[in-house]
């Protein structure tokens, strides 16, 4: 199986910035792609922004040009670095891989981690 640990969320002023970081581990797993994922309170959780194991990335509309996705070398790890943060970014944001578990493709969440930003 794969496990996701998140980290990186807080509480930050409007204007702020904060980074996440998610790493993957486990055996027998090839990541197809990682993203991040907000749930604010009762409403679902959506993309925010996803980057596929060849590099190519997609973003919600609301994080284009402040919200950035990358990885390290190794691709196991994905950071999100959030910029001009506004409080409509308030929520959990969870960390998904889609990955090959040996030859079945499968999704793997992260407990999430709380962004909080104060106006």
């Known amino acids: 199986q794969v496990q996701l640990v998140e980290s990186g969320g807080g509480l930050v002023q409007a204007g702020g910035s904060l980074r996440l970081s998610c790493a993957a581990s486990g055996t027998a797993f090839s990541i197809i792609a990682m993203g991040w994922y907000r749930q604010a309170p009762g409403k679902q959780r959506d993309l925010v922004a996803r980057?596929?194991?060849?590099?190519?990335?997609n973003y919600a509309d609301s994080v284009k040009g402040r919200f950035t996705i990358s990885r390290d070398n190794a691709g196991n790890t994905v950071y999100l670095q959030m910029n001009s943060l506004k409080p409509e970014d308030t929520g959990v944001y969870y960390c998904n891989t889609e990955s090959y578990y040996y030859t079945v493709v499968r999704d793997y969440w992260g407990q999430g981690t709380q962004v909080t930003v104060s106006s």
């Open positions: 980057i596929t194991a060849g590099g190519s990335t």
